[in-house]
């Protein structure tokens, strides 16, 4: 073999060698690019459930806080609110897996937790479920994520003052919905 044909022959190895790696470059770009698409779509869907859970919480919220608020406007008994609260939570239990696991109200003099028993010195009109619905004026607030005493679980409360202005409806959900997206985040 003349010089030439090796030169020809190293030409013809070097052609295949770049296209190759050009392939192979456009193949890992364009599956870097497909796994971006789908990360984007899926973190898309997680954020819409959960958005779709809290959008969930606050009408349940709002449905009771009317009802509340119905009982509250005639004078009712203190003893129908409480039927009406007991029945409620075992409503939101069922209807939310047990996401939702508590519902109560409160007044200034008053509070209706069913199934707990308050420690010594504890006043919902302290709680910051109950302060933050009353500075909120009426719009629904929702505490930061914390250990709930009655159960142990680490959860949130939404509540909402009633027109009365020192009412308030609450509802404590655990997070298990949120773990459970981020999760699926991570699968």
Not at 33 to 42: I, P
Not at 120 to 133: M, N, P
Not at 142 to 167: A, F, N
Request: with cysteine; glycine share 4%.
């Amino acid at each position: 073999l003349k010089i030439t044909d090796y030169i020809i022959i190293f030409a013809i190895f070097a052609v295949f060698v770049f296209i190759a790696v050009f392939t192979s470059a456009q193949i890992i770009d364009a599956k870097i690019n497909q796994a971006d698409e789908v990360g984007s779509l899926r973190l898309e869907a997680i954020k819409k459930e959960l958005q779709d859970t809290l959008t969930d919480a606050e009408t349940s919220l709002e449905k009771i806080a009317e009802g509340a608020q119905l009982l509250v406007n005639s004078k009712t008994s203190i003893s129908t609110i409480d039927q009406y609260i007991r029945e409620q939570k075992a409503e939101q239990i069922l209807k939310s897996d047990g996401v939702n696991f508590n519902t109560y109200i409160a007044g200034r003099d008053w509070e209706i937790i069913p199934d707990f028993n308050a420690p010594e010195g504890y006043h919902s009109t302290e709680r910051l479920w109950y302060v933050g619905a009353i500075d909120s004026l009426g719009k629904i607030y929702v505490t930061e994520p914390y250990i709930d005493t009655m159960t142990g679980q680490m959860c949130y409360t939404m509540s909402k003052m009633l027109d009365d202005r020192e009412t308030v409806v609450a509802m404590d959900f655990t997070l298990s919905e949120v773990q459970s997206s981020v999760a699926k985040m991570m699968d």
